[in-house]
């Protein structure tokens, strides 16, 4: 079994930043992708930023420019940061990992969530 432990959100002010961390722990053999999701109200849930399997990253056009992802594999972490944010941006986190298990299985586990709120 694989939990993913999300860390970070809250409220921020227009134009502020904000630091989203995700640590993976469980029966974890390897991790092949991990990254971050969010869903705002109404909405479907979008891909925001994650390291693909090979190691590329990808960002969505909306947050291209202002946002870094990064990753620590020894400590199955990764961290978001988001910077010049906006109301837009209002939403649920979620971290996402791609998991092969001790067990060989492979399966995608999603965080709880965490909201962020950008508002004045």
């Known amino acids: 079994q694989v ?13 502020g930043s904000l630091r989203l961390s995700c640590t993976a722990s469980g029966s974890i053999f390897s991790i092949n992708a991990m990254g971050w999701y969010r869903q705002a109200p109404g909405k479907e849930r979008e891909l925001v930023a994650a390291f693909a399997s090979g190691g590329t990253t990808i960002f969505a056009d909306s947050v291209k420019g202002r946002s870094t992802i990064s990753r620590d594999n020894a400590k199955n972490t990764v961290s978001l940061q988001m910077n010049n944010l906006g109301p837009e941006d209002t939403a649920v ?6 998991v092969m298990t001790t067990g060989r299985s492979t399966a995608l586990y999603w965080g709880q969530g965490t909201q962020v709120t950008v508002s004045s």
């Open 93 to 98: 986190y979620y971290c996402n990992a791609a």
């Open 3 to 15: 939990q993913l432990v999300e860390s970070g959100g809250g409220l921020v002010q227009p134009g």
